[in-house]
């Protein structure tokens, strides 16, 4: 691979730039102009994506919670803070709505030409691995949201459905993908 040549935008010289830089520095540039990262990086295949139900599991809840990524422990003064701020009862969808929501999420993804592997709308979270598609995560699962608080309001539901955001977990083989699909199935009965 040929080597990354650095292109000065206001005078810079890579020299004195590199120079600056300590030794760390100097092999992550070196490693880029090598090819070494690109080599690493992998072609991601699909995704699961994970939401809550409003209310339903709290940062610092006793299970642990996701932030950013990360799976934190038990925090008991986060978790009362948060119950605190609570503006709308706790969700928990029955089984017509889980029903409702689930529907509409695939008539939804569809619609989009959205493949879905495995979906899972339990009382207080929703699961689905689906494929790469031409819009991001953030907007497919703004689109499913939004979809299924449409219908279920349709039928009498009230107040916030869903919480803020979402976790996702990329998959990059069949294996890693088939695992997600099967931990997504097995929430079926939830």
Same mark, same amino acid.
């Given at each position: 691979m040929a080597e990354? !040549?650095?292109?000065? /935008? /206001? +005078?810079? +010289?890579? *020299? $004195?730039?590199? *120079? #600056?830089?300590?030794? %760390?520095? %100097?092999?992550v540039v070196d490693k880029i102009n090598c090819g070494y990262y690109q080599k690493m990086v992998k072609k991601i295949i699909g995704y699961m994506v994970t939401w809550t139900t409003y209310g339903s599991w709290l940062q610092g809840d006793k299970r642990g919670y996701v932030k950013n990524g990360r799976v934190l422990a038990q925090n008991d003064k986060l978790k009362s803070a948060n119950?605190?701020?609570?503006?709308?009862? %706790?969700? %928990?969808l029955n089984t017509e709505q889980k029903q409702i929501a689930e529907n509409t999420i695939i008539e939804e993804a569809r619609? $989009?030409? /959205? !493949? $879905?592997?495995a979906i899972a709308v339990c009382s207080n979270h929703v699961h689905i691995v689906a494929g790469v598609s031409e819009e991001s995560i953030e907007q497919a699962v703004h689109r499913y949201k939004y979809s *299924?608080? =449409?219908? =279920?309001r349709k039928f009498g539901s009230q107040g916030k459905i869903w919480? !803020? #955001?979402f976790d996702k977990r990329f998959c990059f083989t069949d294996e890693e993908l088939e695992n997600k699909v099967r931990y997504v199935r097995s929430h079926n009965n939830g």
């Open positions: 990354v !040549k650095y292109k000065p /935008h /206001h +005078n810079y +010289n890579p *020299a $004195i730039v590199m *120079a #600056g830089l300590n030794e %760390k520095w %100097k092999m119950q605190r701020q609570q503006k709308y009862p %706790k969700v %928990k619609r $989009i030409n /959205h !493949k $879905i592997f *299924a608080t =449409l219908a =279920l919480s !803020k #955001g």
